[in-house]
């Protein structure tokens, strides 16, 4: 195997198992005996001096260890009438092996431990690891492996399939014996057809147990049906050769040895088709088929991981969506009182002289009259018994807290809900104007990955999360210093814009204003008597990367109030709110991730980063195993 080839197969075989887990794919039947190939077979058996390994194979009662004895010329194994007798793999190793150990660790590897020797055949009657003795087969220089029946057990559960199935995958080729009963059953012929075209595809010789009465016509006609329901139309070039072993009491009582013997006209003896076999041709084929196969798994593989990634990307962006609806539902309305005035003490420090002058001069004329009026209000509240006018600020915090724990409470409802719909979002908050993201409207089902982080915030209690939520409240509505700083950015940016007769008109208001002066187009809400409220909705196209987002703003419109007035009202109340959603949107969500929904989109978020990187990794690896090449 050229190093490249090497590189590239051992990372593959590193990192798609880490993204199987990663992603959650419950793929653990798929990658186990995709994994055991790469291991026990393209990683560690690439060495031509390595002898051929060729496991004897069957079910129960069918002479597996009668043809082991027969070809080690000596009586390893048990032999008996009663099936299921040997529960253990049995290897007969060469004297020269023995003192090799990595030979020996590539060979044994799917085992998951070392053989240790036989001391007396009874242990082969007990479970446990591989046994081994000194010696080879008297056909050809080889490792022969005696393998427990794979079809003995009970209640659909078999005793030796796991310790058969190891000693399959180890072998380059099998010898698998059948019996008249057994020859056409499905259960054993699907899974030695399994453990020989699975992964690869291994040959094998068939050696059937017959009665002698059986015509070489009959028994050829048997074994190439378990061929074929092996192989398929393939057979033929598979099945190395055909065998009979006829019934004969004596054997059977351990008193004579099991005897092989051609099938069909010249036919080659099995000694002779053992030394017939070109190694290093076989296992080239051999390993060529598993690569292949082994490729197509893992390509399978990651076609599987990059559905279930895209799948959790869609949650991921499904789950920002809905929390950025959620965020919005917390700010909906805008402290107009806090904003504009601490935005109107900003505009005035950038005021020209002149202006400064006649807004000091507007100053020492309203205070008489704010004196009046506020009599005059106080009047009015004592005569017609009517509540005393709640404060704006505490207006807004009022509303902010219902607004947060109606957020907060739809929020948690989709971060647990096993179908997330943006659309389901925008209707549980009532959020005018917003809208559900990608049309149309889309569900999305929560991923595996997220599952343990959804039963860990199921399992905290939902008030002590609001609780924490609502000791924030009043650090939300505050102008942190950042804001100040873009605020100023937004006064410079209309003075920029101001033309002469705006100029004027600012000089004109200023002079004549009896009410405090708030910023160049608010002179609106200084003149006349305010006769109610009004709600100014400003259109926040894209801000948190949704449609469209509003932000309500209620403010007291002047009687007889302009439409332009109005017009110019918007255009410079839309920046000023767009200011403080962006602040305050990131305040709130990094709230909101602190304490609800940050454990479970850093979970969807990383692991798609995480899984994005090694599928990019395995599929380069992929490409790149194209160019390499076993010779």
């Excluded at 390595?50 to 082991?68: D, E, M, Q, R, Y």
């Excluded at 010329?73 to 990595?102: D, F, K, Q």
């Excluded at 019934?247 to 069909?264: C, F, H, Q, Y």
Aim: charged content about 25%.
């Amino acid at each position: 195997m050229e190093a490249s080839l090497y590189h590239n197969l051992k990372q593959i075989r590193v990192e798609l198992p880490r993204l199987a887990e990663l992603l959650r794919l419950d793929a653990e039947k798929e990658i186990g005996p995709w994994a055991q190939v790469i291991d026990a077979r393209l990683l560690a058996r690439f060495d031509p001096a390595f002898p051929l390994v060729a496991a004897i194979c069957g079910g129960g009662s069918s002479g597996k260890s009668t043809l082991f004895n027969a070809l080690m010329g000596a009586r390893h194994a048990p032999t008996g009438g009663r099936a299921g007798m040997n529960r253990r793999v049995l290897l007969s190793i060469p004297p020269e092996l023995v003192s090799r150990s990595a030979r020996i660790a590539a060979l044994v590897e799917p085992f998951g431990e070392p053989p240790a020797p036989l001391k007396n055949p009874g242990e082969l009657l007990e479970p446990g690891g591989p046994l081994y003795v000194v010696g080879r087969p008297a056909p050809a220089d080889m490792i022969l492996l005696d393998t427990p029946d794979f079809d003995t057990g009970a209640r659909g559960r078999y005793a030796n399939r796991d310790s058969a199935q190891s000693a399959l995958e180890a072998s380059d080729i099998l010898i698998y014996v059948f019996t008249n009963s057994n020859y056409n059953n499905r259960d054993n012929t699907d899974f030695i057809a399994r453990m020989l075209t699975g992964i690869g595809r291994r040959k094998c010789f068939l050696v059937y147990r017959s009665y002698p009465s059986f015509t070489a016509e009959e028994v050829a006609e048997h074994a190439m049906t378990v061929g074929r329901n092996i192989y398929g139309e393939a057979a033929d070039r598979y099945v190395l050769g055909v065998f009979r072993a006829d019934e004969d009491n004596r054997i059977a009582a351990g008193d004579a040895s099991m005897t092989l013997r051609p099938v069909g006209p010249g036919a080659l003896s099995f000694p002779e088709a053992l030394r017939a076999i070109d190694l290093p041709q076989l296992r080239f084929d051999l390993h060529a088929t598993m690569l292949a196969d082994v490729i197509e798994g893992a390509a399978a593989l990651v076609g599987r991981a990059k559905l279930s990634l895209d799948e959790l990307r869609r949650y991921a962006a499904a789950l920002r969506a809905a929390q950025g609806l959620c965020l919005q539902e917390a700010l909906r309305f805008f402290p107009m009182d806090r904003v504009i005035r601490r935005f109107a003490k900003i505009w005035a420090e950038t005021d020209p002289p002149a202006v400064k002058f006649m807004r000091q001069t507007g100053s020492v004329i309203e205070l008489p009259v704010r004196a009046v009026l506020g009599a005059a209000g106080w009047a009015r509240e004592k005569l017609s018994g009517a509540p005393a006018a709640v404060p704006p600020a505490e207006q807004f915090l009022r509303r902010l807290e219902e607004n947060l724990v109606a957020a907060a409470t739809t929020l948690h409802h989709a971060l647990l809900s096993p179908h997330l719909s943006p659309a389901a979002v925008v209707e549980d908050c009532g959020t005018p104007g917003a809208a559900a993201g990608p049309e149309p409207p889309f569900t999305v089902s929560a991923h595996p990955v997220v599952l343990p982080e959804q039963e860990k915030l199921r399992r905290v209690d939902f008030s002590s999360i609001l609780q924490a939520i609502l000791a924030r409240k009043e650090a939300i509505s505050r102008i942190d210093r950042d804001m100040e700083v873009e605020l100023r950015a937004v006064a410079d940016h209309f003075r920029r814009r101001m033309g002469v007769w705006s100029k004027i008109s600012q000089t004109f208001w200023a002079a004549l204003n009896v009410l405090p002066a708030t910023v160049a187009v608010t002179y609106v809400l200084s003149t006349g008597d305010p006769v109610g409220a009004a709600t100014i909705k400003v259109k926040l196209a894209g801000l948190f990367g949704l449609k469209d987002l509003y932000a309500l703003v209620a403010i007291p419109v002047t009687r007889g109030m302009k439409q332009a007035d109005q017009k110019q009202l918007k255009a410079m109340l839309g920046p000023l709110a767009q200011t403080w959603l962006r602040h305050k949107f990131a305040e709130v969500q990094a709230l909101f991730e602190e304490e609800l929904s940050g454990a479970i989109l850093r979970s969807a978020e990383n692991t798609a980063v995480a899984a994005g990187c090694l599928v990019a990794q395995i599929e380069e690896s992929l490409n790149q195993t194209t160019t390499g090449r076993v010779r």
